[in-house]
Nanobody
């Protein structure tokens, strides 16, 4: 089972990035997929998740209204479109896959990608 994240980079404040996470090794369509992030010196935190069975979407308050999570089941890929980026969005973003039920706890996600770095300059 592998999660391969991509799309990070350096962007100016106010800019946009789209992260992608390609899953392989088993079918992920029925499972929650999402993103966590960890900024330097801070705890890892939930960013967004999307249900596999209902396609319901969940966002942390810090990114709500600026980010959109989506998934392409045919490609086993989940995306995170981030707009109006702020310097405080700077972090390593991790793609995750969990169970059937949505959760904001990293303990409920069994599969983690390698992380992709997003740097937002002011």
């Amino acid at each position: 089972v592998q999660l391969q994240a991509s799309g990070g980079g350096l962007v100016q404040a106010g800019g946009s990035l789209r992260l992608a996470c390609a899953a392989s090794g088993r079918p992920f369509n029925n499972y929650v997929m999402g993103w966590f992030r960890q900024a330097p010196g801070k705890e890892r935190e939930f960013v967004a998740a999307i249900s596999g069975t209902t396609s319901n979407k969940y966002y942390a308050d810090s990114v709500k209204g600026r980010s959109t999570i989506s998934r392409d089941s045919a490609k086993n890929t989940v995306y995170l479109q981030m707009n109006s980026l702020k310097p405080e969005d700077t972090a390593v973003y991790y793609c995750v896959c969990g169970g059937i039920v949505y959760s904001t706890s990293q303990n409920d996600y069994n599969y983690w990608g390698q992380g992709t770095l997003v740097t937002v300059s002011s």
